[in-house]
């Protein structure tokens, strides 16, 4: 075990998030982009919120050692080596993206699914409706509860049972909630 653990320190490489293109578009012209996105993109996406501008520059700072660094010791050997702060953004930032997805993937099967079979339904907003939630977001909560609601009737009904429910886990904005 604690060789594992040493390999694992001597292994450990920080990414380099300087060469990657979706940082280096980010940094050349991200005050172009705050610049030109009323005029250009305010109609269509909404205004400009300042959550862009904090994940843009939280971004900008991951993996960037001069921004914040741990330091991290092998128990077995020892050996010391830093690791750059992440922002942990979801979305924007591919490499926190794939992480929290990956951890939360593992908690929602560790800690909230039944060990049940499950059926996934993927529920989409047309084109034509998106205009109405990027102004109130409010009303992605109302769709939700209504897409649960629908699922519920419908196992329900093919159930003949009316007690009988799913659990359903419903993601979309930034809040995961249970019913």
Do not use: N
Request: hydrophobic share 40%.
């Amino acid at each position: 075990m604690a060789e594992a653990a040493c390999l694992t320190a001597s292994a450990y490489r920080p990414r380099r998030a300087r060469a990657s293109p979706p940082y280096r578009l980010a940094e050349t012209h991200h005050e172009t982009f705050k610049q030109v996105y009323d005029e250009r993109f305010a109609e269509r996406y909404g205004a400009w919120r300042a959550v862009v501008e904090r994940t843009l520059f939280a971004f900008l700072d991951c993996g960037i050692e001069e921004r914040g660094f741990a330091r991290a010791r092998c128990d077995a050997c020892r050996r010391e080596f830093r690791v750059a702060l992440s922002c942990k953004r979801r979305v924007f930032c591919p490499s926190c993206h794939a992480k929290r997805a990956v951890l939360w993937a593992e908690w929602l099967a560790g800690e909230v699914l039944a060990p049940v079979e499950h059926r996934q339904w993927v529920f989409t907003v047309p084109k034509r409706l998106r205009l109405f939630f990027l102004h109130d977001r409010r009303l992605l909560g109302a769709l939700s509860r209504c897409a649960w609601r629908t699922v519920r009737d419908l196992y329900g009904a093919g159930l003949h049972d009316r007690h009988a429910g799913p659990g359903m886990v419903v993601t979309g904005s930034r809040i995961c909630t249970r019913w």
